[in-house]
């Protein structure tokens, strides 16, 4: 199992992410080098187990629809780059 | 579709709102309306380290719609995550079921405008979160954005590609509608997007089993744009067909002010979502005891209403599907047969179906918010069926019932609209009337039946209407023969 530079080229894509050549050549190598150790997993022999047995038994557990608000609008917005109002600012989304 | 060549083959996706008190994952508010981004907390806004925890409600919300549809529910399901990049998705993934739904198979009962059932099959149902709102055009500084929707809960109910015309998906949609609203789980405002649809259309020559190419139509905010957008589609790949050309795979929108689709720009690897289980969520396990509870609490639905209305009350099918429409136009029904004792059933449908529904569409507003009760109505009834009032003067009493609190009883009493029966004083006046129109009793004589029509209107109108019609015609009968 191989990744081609296309392959990382349309993964860095989808992520939003620039590389140039260089990068795009070790992103390749890595990501190359990081599947050929996983495939070294491959040799476990796993019929028999169900893929979430480690999860045996676990469940996701619920909470009662009851509300408790974080209430606090400035702390939000406090970490956008840009806010205006009570409202995040972002770059405008031309459809 | 007007050219019969061809047929449509249509499948739906309905997000559905759930009217949970809190979200999906985290237990911030999903009130409507609230001030921007001040129902948002650390989980909600995608921020490093924070987790989510499923909402119970939610589940046993949408349990209940799969049910509802005769789906079976899965004992354990997973939750994946969906990625794109968008403004009002902070987490840059939307939680959802990709490979394990809770909820697969199922179907809603179409009903087609001539009455007759169309079976349309469900693929799954899933659970999964909505995305935030972005305003584009309410500030020069950029897009703005409000987390308030993150993160509310949603199923996506998705059906196969049994659909074979727009008037079909409309039926489907509605019937769908009108369950989750008789159910209680969404409030189905498309307007307000609590409702939300997408078309999968493709045309085919009718007789062949292939599928066409098929686009994917969203934006569909009301019920009759879904029928109109699958309209306008369908003959538009028709015509592209017809003229040598090829169907595109794409993703279009609904423009419902011209009534046309336009290509969404950004369609490029539009697809590309790479789901993947979300590490941050356990399995969901939904045991049958939970199961049974839920199905305990459904109501009687629609159909369901409708068929025991025809059977219980004796109603035409016409009356039952339309006052069964919403569970609250049936739970009135209902309630004002029950006190308005002695009633024919029928009498109380006419009365709700023209005069009660007409008044609503007036008022635009919904039976809930109607002053006149069920209670209140019921009075009404008895005192047409003691003989006190007509049923021409009840309309009378209606309509001021309507407009103060007063009731019936009152208002006749204040209005003087007692009706008069007393033989002794409409007797009077029919040989008043009679004598006072020497030409009309003429061509009455002569075989003219329909002016007998005129006398009693000439009674009428002496007595401002309060005269009792099976009386004054009685007496009429008997002076004119």
Redesign the interface.
Known sequence: MAVSREEVQ?IA??A?LELDEEETERMTRDMNDILAYVEKLNEVHTENVSP?SF?EG??????????????N?SA??G?AP?A??????????I? | MSDHNWEAVIGLEVHAQLKTRTKTFCRCSTHFGDDPNSNVCPVCLGLPGALPVLNREAVTMAVKAALAFGATVQQQSIFARKNYFYPDLPKGYQISQYEKPFSTGGAVDARLEDGTIKQIRLIRVHLEEDAGKSLHTITEAGTAVDLNRCGTPLIEIVSEPDIRSATEAYAFLYRLRQTLLYLGVCDGNMEEGSLRCDANISVRKKGTKEFGTRTEVKNLNSVRGVERAINFEAERQISVLESGGQVDQETLLWDADRQVVRSMRSKEEANDYRYFPDPDLLPLVIESVWIDDILATLPELPEAREKRFVKQYGLPEYDANVLTATKEVADYFEETVKLARGTEPKKVSNWIMSEVLAVLGDKNIEITEFEVKPDRLAVLFELINKGTISGKIAKKVFDEMTRTEATAEEIVEKLGLVQISDEGSLKALVDKVIENNPKQVEEYKSGKEKVFGYFVGQVMRETSGKANPQIVNDLLRKALS
């Open positions: 349309k894509h989808l939003r979430h999860l676990k469940q996701t557990p619920l909470l009662l629809d009851k509300v408790s608000q974080f209430g609008v939000a917005l970490n840009k205006e109002g009570s409202f995040f600012i972002v770059p405008k989304v459809e």
